[in-house]
């Protein structure tokens, strides 16, 4: 198979087309239908999408419920090493992931080069190492009469739904612990986002994976991803993408009791007290603003400053905002590329004219720009800081998701902490101040499931990760995403009176 988009299409050639990949093979939709595939950075369809529908979802279940008996009997040495082969295959091509990526989402080349493509390897070769070290684990409880065993078995096929903003990195992320202890997987990728994903089905073809251990299905969450939730062979969902989906699969699920990950959205808080060291914090503060074009669920886009450094805060950031280049993705100055869709681009300015609306100031951006040459097609925005809102403002308490921060002021401790836990997401928080006993005292106190002091997206893959509130349900990482991949059987043995402990 040809994957499209990785150079502009020659005039008169049709668009090439990504199929499922189903049981090692790449089979074109049932229904022959197709989506387009834009690059967000020219606007320009670039290549066609499988549009699938419940059939193609049915197909894969079949080929992944056969398949799992004998990838569930494999040793998790066996397991290892195919995943540490897939995590090699994907590196040797890391530029052609990165390029592929960027060309998709919209993201600058060297963010994806270095954030997305290596840590999609890191999640295969941590959960590679992880199952070889669970192994050795001994979960056994003795008391005087009985001795109580935990045997863990993998779930089954199950169905794993990614998101467009963080494409391989949160594909990889499921699919990795998933096969490692060993589950068969039904995949649905965004449909705005699917081209890496078909890369890595390639490279699943070349690893010589198993047939039917992973299966792509691409096409829309209303047809593929619903038809997904609510197959009744698959007993697991793992899904990371907004609350109102999340909310649609929490209930479309249930008749069938199934395994729920739900990872949604954020409205991340970041606090800054006064005793830090102003430069440092407003070069770390931007980067969690608007890294990824501000298109990841933990970039904090509530922004609270404490009085006493408040005003000389807002102008340093808002300066270097200023300051960010807004390009090409194939730049590497760009720091800001292309938000993913036109549609997107239009959600995330309508913000901005509500925060007009309600006596918001735009200290910079706010607008759409129109880029040079081949990329004046593309959905670029201007990086956006506002301030003077209340804090029932919908900017505030709404989820963007894009190159959209807003500034406010708090008075003290207390008021920080009632100000980060005022909305509905749970999601994750910052906190940056030289009182390092302070800051981890209130960072038990706020209603999230990640705080980072004086820091930002830094992952130990071993800790839980996930959401409060209508951040989501569940965790996953190390020892969390086991439990949540295998089923626990507790099997309790009478001892005879004259065995030893």
């Known amino acids: 198979m040809t994957l499209p988009g990785f150079s502009l299409k020659m005039p008169g050639m049709a668009l090439p087309r990504i199929l499922n990949f189903i049981s090692q093979t790449w089979l074109e939709p049932l229904n022959k239908q197709y989506l387009p595939v834009v690059n967000p ?48 295959n994907i590196e040797s091509r890391a530029r052609e992931f990165a390029e592929v990526e ?7 080349v060297w963010l994806a080069r270095d954030l997305d493509i290596p840590r999609a390897v890191s999640n295969f070769r941590f959960f590679a190492q992880f ?21 863990r078995k993998p779930v089954g096929v199950v169905g794993l739904i990614s998101p467009w903003n963080l494409p391989l990195y949160l594909l990889t992320w499921k699919i990795a612990p998933a096969i490692a202890f060993g589950n068969t997987v039904v995949a649905k990728p965004s449909e705005l986002t699917s081209l890496t994903a078909a890369l890595l089905a390639e490279v699943i073809q070349q690893t ?14 209303v047809k593929v991803g619903e038809a997904l939730v609510k197959h009744p062979d698959v007993p697991l969902i793992s899904f990371t993408g907004g609350t109102e989906t999340g909310r649609r699969i929490y209930r479309e699920s249930a008749e069938h009791f199934k395994k729920l990950s739900l990872e949604l ?4 808080p970041t606090l800054i007290f006064s005793d830090v060291n102003l430069a440092e914090t407003v070069t770390g503060v931007i980067r969690s603003s608007f890294l990824n074009q501000g298109e990841i669920c933990l970039c904090g886009s509530r922004i609270y ?29 760009s720091f800001v590329g292309a938000l993913v869709s036109e549609a997107h681009l ?12 309600e006596g918001g100031k735009i200290h910079c951006g706010g607008a759409r720009l129109t880029m040079p040459g081949d990329l004046a097609g593309g959905f670029f925005m201007a990086p956006t800081v506002i301030s003077e809102l209340p804090e029932s403002s919908k900017c505030i308490q709404e989820e963007i998701f894009g190159p959209v ?38 960072a038990e106190r706020l209603d999230v499931g990640t705080v980072w002091i004086n820091s930002w997206l830094l992952r130990d893959l071993r800790v839980p990760f996930g959401g409060m509130k209508h951040s989501g349900l569940g965790r996953e990482g190390g020892h969390y995403s086991r439990d949540f991949f295998t089923e626990p059987t507790t099997i309790v043995r009478k001892r005879d009176l004259g065995e030893q402990t």
């Open 346 to 357: 239009q959600k995330v300015l309508s913000y901005v004219d509500i925060a007009r609306k």
């Open 305 to 333: 400053v404490e009085d006493g450094i408040y005003d000389a805060f807002l102008e340093g950031f808002v300066a270097q905002v200023q300051q960010l280049k807004v390009g090409d993705p194939k730049d590497p100055e």
């Open 405 to 442: 921060v807003t500034v406010s002021r708090f008075s003290d401790a207390e008021e920080a902490v009632e100000k980060a836990n005022g909305v509905r997401y749970g999601l994750s928080a910052s906190i940056w101040s030289a009182d390092e006993e302070r800051a981890q005292r209130l």
């Open 208 to 221: 010589q994976l198993p047939p039917g251990v992973v299966n792509f299905v691409f096409g829309t969450g």
């Open 265 to 268: 959205g954020g409205k991340n």
């Open 102 to 108: 960027s060309q998709d989402q919209g993201k600058p």
């Open 131 to 151: 199952i070889l070290d669970a192994e050795k684990e001994r979960e056994q409880y003795d008391e005087k009469s009985f001795t109580s065993q935990v045997s």
């Open 41 to 88: 950075s020219t606007g320009e369809i670039i290549s066609e999408l499988a549009d699938s529908s419940f059939e193609d979802i049915n197909r894969a279940v079949v080929h992944a419920k056969l398949a799992f008996p004998s990838w569930a009997g494999l040793s998790a040495g066996q397991r290892s090493a195919y995943l540490h082969q897939i995590a090699n």
